[in-house]
């Protein structure tokens, strides 16, 4: 029981590693016990990580269920792993969806089950390894390990043109990742110790200005794309369109806030004054992606493209909070990447079972779903209030500290109309949400009605169900979650945005 507890975040972050073995293990044909096993060991990974929640404790300057083992001292490898209160929930997050993934796929997914199997199980270790990593050559191993599961999922089992938004996908997010290779590269050899261990470099000191403004960019650009930060968005909307549902949730689900994350750990507290000077530039970034990824949504007629865009405008939030550099700010950006992953996943898991019944996308097609499919209507219902950010829903609370501390920020040159202008991206939000679902749901039966659809079955209920009490938790007692990220909140906006004047190694945090 005791190398349980020690062990207990490497266990959880390796437990579908070993599904995928045993996936592996089997006979091609045996689809049904291929996921079968998929299932099992994706639910394991979320209630072992329970746990990690019950048993998290924030300490300051200290990771919670830390552990770490040399990997190779000459060169500075480690095997460092560790959760502050940010990276908790993004797991947690992370472990939540994977049983929803593989349900959420088990009718539509019919060909190449093997592979497909043990490229989810894969790609869970790959994001709960990245979450959990505290070396930055284990970080980087894994986030490039991310990589081709997704690049699979997209290239065999997406739509028309999956090949090309495969490729599109594939190459955008590693272009980006071998400028941060080469900025790794540059802080080991740069560090006393040849260290790539984060806290040591953390604690190590600032590196002179001039030198961070390009490491941080090298950061930057990595985080920026997998955000996605406009104009680097390019590549979402063909993935997501192309993508399978079950690909579609988990990029919405996780894979994009590793951008976000990337830029909370690693961009802006390994170079604050960097961070600071490039704050308002991304904070316009951040405004300029709610707004145009608001008129975007409205301009599509497919509807996973529609939620794709929606993405962009959600996590313009996301980086609007992080660059305002206030607790209440941060905070909100925060819970903002836990509630985008379950809305938007919720939505695109919806869209996922739309499309199962009725061989389509186009909102053309669509019309009058209410009287035919009354509990479908219903729960897209919940979702699309969640996705506005209604009060008493989990996209309300984020959305509505970042605001206020976008208000209050005194880093942000001009934040009173940053914040006005992002304050649209909710109106505009709430009309192209209540358009889609107007066009999909009411009006006359069009072409997608006359099917004879089926309401939701009972597995689908099943994958629905835990997302509805996510959302309807977290928008009434969502005070849990912020507790958990306190501290680190904390810890980072004092070191970035106090970084103009010296910082004592006694201040620097985590």
């Known amino acids: 029981m005791e190398f349980v507890q020690v062990h207990l975040l490497t266990i959880v972050t390796f437990l579908p590693v070993l599904g995928a073995v045993l996936v592996a293990l089997l006979p091609r044909g045996e689809g049904g016990q291929h996921k079968g096993i998929a299932f099992l060991f994706s639910l394991f990974t979320f209630l072992l ?63 190449r089950v093997k592979v497909y199997c043990i490229s989810l199980l894969l790609l869970e270790t790959a994001m709960l390894g990245t ?16 990589l081709i599961p997704m690049y699979l999922l997209i290239g065999m089992w997406g739509s028309e043109r999956r090949i090309y938004a495969a490729v599109k996908f594939f190459l955008f997010t590693f272009i980006g990742s071998v400028l941060m290779l080469l900025a790794i590269f540059w802080l080991w050899s740069n560090s006393g110790r040849k260290s790539f261990d984060y806290v040591d470099l953390l604690n ?32 979402l909307p063909d993935a997501h369109t192309e993508a399978p549902a079950a690909g579609s949730i988990i990029l919405a689900g996780v894979m994009l806030k590793m951008g976000t994350f990337g830029f909370i750990r690693y961009a802006m507290p390994l170079f604050p004054q960097a961070a600071l000077a490039w704050a308002p530039a991304v904070a316009v970034l951040g405004v300029i992606g709610i707004v145009y990824g608001s008129f975007m949504c409205m301009a599509q007629s497919d509807l996973k493209r529609l939620i794709a865009y929606s993405s962009v405008a959600h996590l313009g939030f996301v980086m609007l909070g992080l660059s305002a550099l206030t607790p209440e700010a941060v905070s909100g950006a925060v819970l903002q990447m836990v509630n985008h992953g379950i809305s938007t996943g919720a939505l695109f898991l919806m869209i996922g079972m739309l499309y199962e019944r009725t061989h389509t996308r186009d909102l053309a097609a669509y019309g009058g779903l209410a009287g035919v499919t009354p509990a479908l209507a219903a729960t897209f219902l919940i979702v699309t209030l969640s996705s506005i950010g209604l009060p008493g829903t989990n996209g309300f609370v984020g959305e509505f500290l970042v605001l206020i501390g976008t208000f209050t920020s005194k880093v942000l040159r001009g934040a ?62 969502p005070q849990p979650l912020l507790t958990a990220i306190k501290e680190p909140v904390d810890a980072f906006v004092q070191r970035v945005s106090r970084a103009e004047r010296p910082v004592r190694k006694a201040e620097l945090g985590r």
């Open 49 to 111: 990580s329970i746990p990690l929640w019950t048993g998290f404790r924030a300490t300051p300057g200290r990771y919670a269920f830390e552990q770490k083992s040399e990997w190779a001292p000459a060169l500075g490898f480690s095997y460092h792993v560790g959760l502050d209160g940010v990276a908790l929930l993004l797991f947690l997050l992370t472990a939540f969806l994977g049983p929803i993934v593989v349900l959420s796929s088990w009718k539509y997914i019919q060909e």
């Open 131 to 146: 979450l959990a990593a505290l070396d930055l050559v284990l970080f980087y191993v894994f986030w490039e390990a991310m």
């Open 204 to 235: 190590a000191g600032m590196v002179d200005a001039s030198t961070q403004r390009w490491l941080f960019l090298a950061f930057a650009l990595a985080f920026a794309i997998k955000v996605p930060i406009w104009p680097l968005h390019t590549w």
């Open 416 to 477: 009173v109309p940053l914040a006005v202008v992002g304050a649209t991206g909710v109106i505009l939000g709430a009309v192209y949400m209540l358009w889609m679902y107007q066009r999909v749901f009411f009006g006359p039966p069009r072409k997608a009605a006359a099917h004879g659809l089926a309401d939701l079955t009972v597995r689908e209920w099943f994958t629905l169900a835990p997302l509805l009490i996510a959302i309807v938790a977290i928008g009434f007692a």
